[in-house]
């Protein structure tokens, strides 16, 4: 075989890989072409958006605003006489609102936290 023989083996071969890559990026952009209009259908297909008078609005009275209570736990009550309690005798909530509504505060001289580290009470 002579050289000739193989430049054009080698060049055969380029010339295939540029013409494979050629074709694979037609391919990626018409698959970027065809998920463009498919997203463009899904949309026309949607509901219109809010118009600005069917957006919500606030109350007359204002906002709502935070209702802060002291909570405190809501114990099971005891099975008198039976085995097991039912999910119907026990209570809807885990807490219930607390007789003193006075908010508790750290005491003075107190680390403010456990293993804090800090100095704590002397």
Do not use: C
């Given at each position: 075989?002579?050289?000739?023989?193989?430049?054009?083996?080698?060049?055969s071969?380029?010339?295939?890989?540029?013409?494979?890559?050629?074709?694979?990026g037609l391919?990626?952009?018409?698959?970027?072409?065809?998920?463009?209009?498919?997203?463009?259908?899904?949309?026309?297909?949607?509901?219109?958006?809010?118009?600005?008078?069917?957006?919500?609005?606030?109350?007359?009275?204002?906002?709502?605003?935070?209702?802060?209570?002291?909570?405190?736990?809501?114990?099971?009550?005891?099975?008198?006489?039976?085995?097991?309690?039912?999910?119907?005798?026990?209570?809807?909530?885990?807490?219930?609102?607390?007789?003193?509504?006075?908010?508790?505060?750290?005491?003075?001289?107190?680390?403010?936290?456990?293993?804090?580290?800090?100095?704590?009470?002397?």
């Amino acid at each position: 075989m002579s050289t000739a023989t193989f430049v054009i083996a080698a060049t055969s071969s380029e010339v295939l890989n540029v013409i494979a890559a050629f074709v694979g990026g037609l391919i990626i952009a018409g698959a970027l072409i065809w998920a463009v209009q498919f997203g463009m259908r899904v949309r026309d297909r949607e509901l219109p958006r809010p118009l600005p008078d069917e957006q919500p609005h606030l109350p007359d009275g204002g906002a709502v605003r935070e209702s802060r209570e002291m909570r405190e736990p809501d114990e099971v009550p005891h099975a008198e006489g039976k085995e097991r309690l039912m999910p119907y005798e026990l209570h809807s909530s885990g807490s219930k609102t607390r007789k003193d509504q006075h908010r508790r505060r750290w005491m003075p001289g107190s680390s403010g936290s456990f293993g804090s580290g800090g100095l704590g009470r002397f």
